[in-house]
């Protein structure tokens, strides 16, 4: 499907990080004048890369040299309200995100997985699951979007056969305008990254909501029934929707009498029609040390769901279950030194995510917590901290809030680096807890992002094993 044919059409890329340089190559293949413009400078490395390929780039400010284009591309980070943004509007020019543009150019049967928390999970299950049946069938399974690889690098490979599963973040989608997934997933929606939308949770979930504005009768929407923020919106719209839903749930969805449903029934995962229920998988199966929490069941049913609106036998869905180990930097179990275990949870950016490692921590835990925060309620999780925390060890801009608001309910440290925070980690569990880093914060106040903060976190924990 192409919405757009940049061929010969003057493009402004505004940002020039792996989303925005991945747009610009794929408009210039397809034959565009390209420019690409950051705010701030850009590395050696990505400058040399786009001259390669005859690529205009123009750092440390816009000069509005493309402000008359005929579109442009926007990287998910740049707010709405930047000046930059403001001026192309106030011209007219159209505004599009570098999902929307890929989405023109991609040949393959597209999966859209949004949500606050869980959606690297689900979208690296379904893609697993997708690659275990594309081996039998002879397709395959790219794993792209906010996961870390732009779409717009790969979809030029993708052929009609195969499976593109996109993870999708809220400023992904918000510049999406004919993009259209087969298959929908709405993981749950909790307060997050609520500065971008002026603290109104209904724009959060209403950005959150394009992922299926544009799906027609044959696509699927799979959605969470057991949050409450989307139980209430499709129950209110479900009947005049086009295209078929399948909720999922560990309590039973409102609907499952009425459609199909994937849901928990005796210790394992079933699909609900009106036929009765289907037994898929025991969850005995699906959990273990790696992969466990009650979030984690949520992420299998969603898997489940989307593996039957994409017509995959259950052998391929168990056969991904059973070998799937977890992922990076989400509740990843680093080392066990002295008999104290340290679980890497840097993916954990706000205080839901941190909310599920705890309740997901086998037995009581030192916690490492802190960052940049993002307008955290910790009074809400208070009693969870004071069941399963032994110390806390506040980091970052945070750590004064994290000290005030825990202040008398569990033993607290502030500490000035990771590597302190490690230090005093490993003194205060000894070998009687596990370490948990799960930070509950966004990490631009000391790392790169949160993968850059992961692995610092388990750089320590593996030095501690050298000592």
Request: net charge negative.
């Amino acid at each position: 499907m192409i919405a757009m044919d940049a061929a010969g059409k003057r493009v402004l890329v505004i940002g020039a990080g792996k989303s925005g340089v991945a747009a610009a190559e794929l408009l210039q293949r397809q034959g565009a004048e390209v420019l690409v413009s950051e705010v701030g400078p850009v590395g050696e490395e990505v400058a040399a890369r786009l001259q390669q390929q005859g690529i205009s780039l123009e750092q440390e400010g816009h000069s509005g040299r493309f402000f008359d284009a005929d579109f442009s591309v926007v990287s998910p980070g740049i707010p709405p309200h930047a000046p930059v943004i403001q001026s192309l509007q106030a011209r007219g020019v159209a505004i599009y995100s570098e999902i929307e543009l890929a989405s023109w150019y991609c040949r393959a049967r597209i999966v859209g997985i949004t949500g606050t928390d869980g959606k690297t999970t689900t979208s690296t299950l379904i893609h697993r699951i997708a690659e275990s049946d594309g081996l039998r069938k002879g397709y395959r399974s790219f794993s792209v979007g906010n996961i870390g690889v732009p779409f717009a690098s790969k979809v030029e490979e993708m052929g009609p056969g195969d499976v593109a599963v996109v993870e999708l973040s809220s400023y992904q989608l918000e510049r999406c305008f004919t993009f259209r997934p087969e298959v929908s997933v709405i993981t749950n929606i909790t307060p997050d990254h609520l500065a971008r939308y002026g603290g109104d949770m209904q724009q959060y979930a209403e950005a959150k909501y394009r992922i299926y504005a544009n799906q027609k009768e044959g696509d699927t929407l799979v959605y969470n029934a057991d949050d409450p923020i989307l139980r209430s919106h499709f129950e209110g719209v479900a009947g005049r929707l086009p295209f078929s839903i399948t909720p999922f749930g560990q309590d039973r969805p409102a609907s499952a009498e009425e459609c199909r449903a994937v849901l928990i029934e005796d210790d394992a995962v079933v699909v609900r029609t009106s036929a009765g229920s289907e037994r898929v998988i025991e969850l005995s199966r699906v959990l273990k040390e790696s992969f466990r929490g009650r979030h984690n069941i949520y992420n299998t049913l969603a898997a489940v769901a989307t593996a039957r609106a994409l017509g995959i036998e259950d052998d391929a869905v168990r056969t991904a279950l059973e070998e799937f180990r977890g992922v990076e930097h989400r509740q990843e179990f680093v080392a066990s030194i002295d008999g104290c275990g340290w679980i890497n949870d840097s993916k954990a950016t706000n205080l839901n995510a941190m909310r599920q490692a705890l309740e997901s921590a086998p037995g009581r835990v030192v916690l490492i917590a802190g960052g940049q925060d993002k307008g955290n309620d910790y009074p809400s999780i208070g009693g969870l901290v004071r069941e399963k925390v032994t110390m806390l060890i506040a980091i970052g801009e945070s750590k004064g809030t994290l000290a005030s608001a825990f202040e008398g309910i569990v033993p607290l440290k502030q500490a000035s680096s990771l590597e302190e925070a490690v230090r005093f980690a490993r003194e205060a569990a000894g070998n009687k807890e596990s370490v948990l880093f799960s930070p509950g914060c966004a990490s631009f106040d000391m790392f790169k992002n949160f993968e850059d903060r992961g692995r610092q976190f388990k750089q320590c924990v593996h030095q501690l094993e050298r000592c």
